[in-house]
């Protein structure tokens, strides 16, 4: 196998420690939260707490950007440390300290300021909850945080699994965070449940990595890396990659385990927008990026990754075209874009990845975050037939501009940062030297085309055409406090005007526009995706370095790709062409007209005539060999259904019969019988006790007198 | 102890053990009868104070007749238990007397199982 490019070594940095106060920060503040909580702190405290924490946090990172050198591990105290021998096998160490370098910090970087923003927006989104769960929505958000930034910053595999099962518990409190909802409640139980699977692989991986390195430290790893020498076809070593897949992909929802994350739609919205879009679903992508060395030794493990990616971005991308629920539509998006962030890893561009990673999260933190809005005026309204023509309402300008801008972003209109990171995914695709990986960066065009149309199909709908409104039916967060957020709107000065057409339907319901904190963050986040965008554009026009490439390079995730280059170099001297057009330029037509074609077509049919959409359904509808592809496209392809029937139902049938087999016999013979049997010796018996003292005696003395009799007879018998 | 007292003694000592067992067992008889054909509560618990006062004497004529005087400590002992169970018992038959207005053991009969 080939030798791999080294992997720059760590040196010792003791003296960076203050890093270590970005994973100290959010544990204090989600103590302070947790004392909030238990102090019944009515006011805001907790938010401010949580975002002081936070911006604190973003700031050691930043600082720690600029004075990052090299990579470097930090040792904070010694947490796991055994010795039963000298030899190599007979230590096992896990010290909590930091493992800095680019990826790191870039992970850092977006996670901690995006974490910022989101407790901003949180502390007005979440503010009808004062009181009773507010504090407790920021002590997980804290927990959150601490658990990304262990997994992120930690130095080996057992504090990434810390981080790992963090972020999981941090994402079940969150999703069930209205508990009195059963939704809410099993949407829980269903994202903890599928990602103990996912977990399972990623433990097992890291057994398997301590029994064939004796290490889990990063630094050691990557430094049996660098010897080289591990080519062994040793299913041992080929099952770490798969193993560590299986964790990413349930952590990041991808094919086998994703349909826990549209069910975690039913937490509050900034959690969406922070855990399940932008930040937590990536720990798989980072997991991947941290461990590539190992992946690039299997060639079949890194193809399974991209099918994995494609697939999974192809089928989310179809289900969100079919769904009502503009947090479902989103949902879906994010795993079609953690999709193609596997695509990427998988076909060797851990930077195309990366990037879009970072792309991603913020235009994708932006769409939520204006769908909370909505939601948040809108009495829980989410349905994108119910919403129409917002921006004409005052108030609601910045939510639908920004949308805007976030829908431009996913749809990877042209120049835009999605645009160049998606690009980089798919160039990688198309100019690889498989045929399968090629036909997957075709696939992945397609479902650009397919995300254009979703996305747009939202803004279209909701932003666009003209304005029609109907509030949703719960009261959302604020059941009791409807009443003064309308008050303070209108001494805000800007009551909602009803307008005629929902004026039947919603007499009494008037939307209240977000305020500065919801406004704000949209408008930071919308300038930050713009931001996000510039590397690709100082590579593009100006020739100049990517930083964000820069970041991978240095890292432990460029290293593999070094090996991809090879295969990249070989292409790249057959000339790469996409459509007999130079790979660049053939990919930048082929992806302006995916995604301006797939706006053309939402346009069309969600907002020059509306009933075109209908009439399409219905037309699909009647054809009955093209039926099957709306109602399996509406129904989620039944995977809900399918792994209910194959992982559900026998165990539930299983689960009975052993139920029935333990009340009927267990308990039933076993138990039950046994007790019986004294009860029907003592039927035999109860004629004697009929209640006369005298009658008891006289048995009893009969008694005494037979015996003596027996015995007399014996006696006497044996004299004989 | 004078001499006299200790000779009309002598007879009952020296008298043989079938004699001493021929008594404990007409005191036993007696309890037994009297417990078996008699309703009153109080008569019939004094009836099982006979009974025990005819294996008392029993475990007196042996003791005398192996010259071992356990068998008289368990007696004194016996003695001692009776006494305390009396009082209990005799206070049992207070409390059940003035549940039923009577002190008939039939009043009771309702505790049976059948």
């Not at chain 1, 666009?464 to 109907?470: R, S, T, V």
């Not at chain 1, 016999?665 to 007790?675: E, H, Q, R, Y």
């Not at chain 2, 003791?63 to 005799?90: C, N, P, Y």
Request: proline letters at 4%.
């Amino acid at each position: 196998m080939t030798q791999l490019t080294s992997i720059p070594q760590a040196i010792i940095a003791p003296e960076l420690s203050w890093v270590g106060l970005a994973l100290l920060l959010p544990l204090l503040a989600a103590v302070a939260c947790a004392l909030c909580c238990a102090l019944r702190v009515k006011g805001k405290a907790a938010a401010i707490i949580t975002i002081l924490a936070l911006a604190a946090s973003f700031g050691i990172i930043v600082k720690a950007y600029f004075a990052y050198t090299g990579p470097v591990q930090v040792p904070i105290f010694q947490w796991l440390s055994f010795q039963w021998g000298t030899g190599q096998f007979q230590s096992f160490t896990a010290n909590c300290g930091m493992y800095i370098d680019t990826l790191t910090l870039y992970w850092m970087l977006f996670v901690t300021g995006l974490g910022t923003l989101i407790s901003i927006y949180a502390s007005e989104y979440m503010e009808g909850d004062c009181g009773a769960g507010y504090s407790r929505f920021f002590f997980g958000i804290c927990i959150f945080l601490f658990s990304m930034s262990a997994l992120v910053l930690g130095d080996n595999l057992i504090m990434l699994y810390l981080g790992w099962e963090g972020v999981g518990l941090a994402s079940y409190l969150l999703i069930g965070y209205d508990y009195a909802r059963p939704a809410a409640v099993a949407a829980g139980k269903k994202a903890f449940i599928m990602n103990r699977i996912g977990d399972l692989g990623l433990a097992l991986g890291i057994f398997m990595l301590w029994a064939n390195y004796g290490t889990v430290q990063y630094s050691e790893l990557f430094a049996a890396m660098n010897k080289g020498g591990q080519t062994s076809v040793d299913w041992e070593l080929s099952v770490i990659p798969f193993l560590l897949m299986l964790g990413a992909f349930g952590k990041s929802a991808q094919i086998p385990l994703f349909t826990w994350l549209p069910d975690a739609m039913e937490g509050p919205t900034p959690v969406s927008a922070l855990i399940h879009a932008a930040t937590m679903v990536t720990a798989g992508v980072y997991l991947i990026a941290r461990m590539y060395p190992f992946f690039e030794l299997h060639p079949e493990a890194l193809a399974t990754v991209a099918w994995v990616g494609g697939l999974t971005a192809l089928l989310a991308a179809t289900i969100g075209m079919a769904q009502y629920d503009i947090k479902r539509v989103f949902a879906y998006s994010t795993i079609s874009q953690l999709g193609y962030m596997f695509l990427g890893l998988g076909v060797g561009t851990t930077f195309g990845a990366c990037y879009h990673t970072l792309t991603h999260a913020f235009f994708k933190a932006l769409l939520f975050l204006t769908a909370g809005a909505i939601m948040h005026g809108f009495a829980g309204q989410l349905d994108l037939r119910k919403l129409s023509g917002l921006r004409h309402l005052p108030g609601w300008r910045i939510v639908s501009w920004t949308m805007l801008v976030g829908c431009l972003w996913l749809s990877a209109f042209p120049y835009t940062a999605a645009f160049f990171s998606k690009d980089a995914i798919l160039l990688k695709a198309l100019t690889s030297v498989r045929a399968d990986f090629r036909f997957l960066g075709w696939l992945g065009l397609f479902t650009a085309a397919l995300t254009a149309y979703y996305t747009f199909r939202v803004w279209f709908r909701v932003c666009a055409g003209p304005l029609h409104f109907e509030p949703g039916a719960e009261g959302h967060h604020e059941p009791h406090d409807t009443h003064d957020t309308h008050d303070k709107h209108d001494t805000h000065g800007k009551p909602a005007p009803a307008p005629a057409s929902a004026a039947k339907s919603t007499h009494a319901f008037h939307p209240h526009a977000p305020r500065w904190a919801i406004n704000g963050v949209l408008l930071i986040l919308a300038l930050g995706a713009l931001v996000v965008g510039i590397p690709g554009y100082n590579e593009t026009f100006a020739h100049k370095d990517n930083w964000a490439q820069q970041m991978i390079a240095g890292s432990s995730a460029m290293e593999g790709a070094g090996l991809a280059e090879d295969h990249g170099a070989e292409a790249s001297e057959q000339h790469p062409t996409v459509l007999g057009m130079d790979a660049h330029t053939g990919l930048t037509v082929v992806g302006c007209t995916a995604s301006i074609g797939g706006i053309l077509v939402a346009w069309y049919l969600h907002l020059r005539s509306r009933k075109s959409a209908d009439q399409l359904r219905a037309a699909l509808l009647r054809r009955w060999w093209i039926r099957w592809v709306p109602i399996c496209m509406e129904n989620k392809w039944y995977v809900d259904e399918i792994y209910h029937a194959c992982f559900r139902l026998p165990m539930w049938l299983g689960a009975q019969i052993l139920s029935f087999g333990d009340r009927h016999f267990l308990d039933g013979v076993m138990v039950d019988g046994l007790a019986k049997l004294p009860v029907a010796v003592g039927k035999v018996f109860k004629p004697l006790y009929g209640g006369a003292l005298q009658g008891y005696a006289a048995t009893m003395a009969g008694g005494i007198a037979l015996v003596v009799a027996w015995l007399s007879w014996v006696w006497l018998r044996g004299f004989n | 102890m004078n001499q006299e007292l200790s000779s009309g003694f002598t007879i009952a000592a020296n008298a043989p053990i079938a004699v001493a067992l021929a008594i404990s067992a007409l005191l036993f008889v007696i309890g037994l009868v009297g417990f078996l054909c008699r309703r009153n509560m109080i008569i019939m618990f004094l009836c099982t104070e006979l009974m025990f006062q005819g294996a008392a004497l029993a475990m007196i004529a042996f003791a005398r007749l192996r010259m071992d005087v356990s068998g008289q400590v368990f007696v004194i002992f016996i003695l001692t238990v009776a006494a305390a169970e009396a009082a209990l018992a005799l206070a049992l038959v207070v409390l059940l007397y003035r549940k039923r207005e009577t002190l008939s053991a039939d009043a009771w009969s309702d505790l049976g199982e059948s």
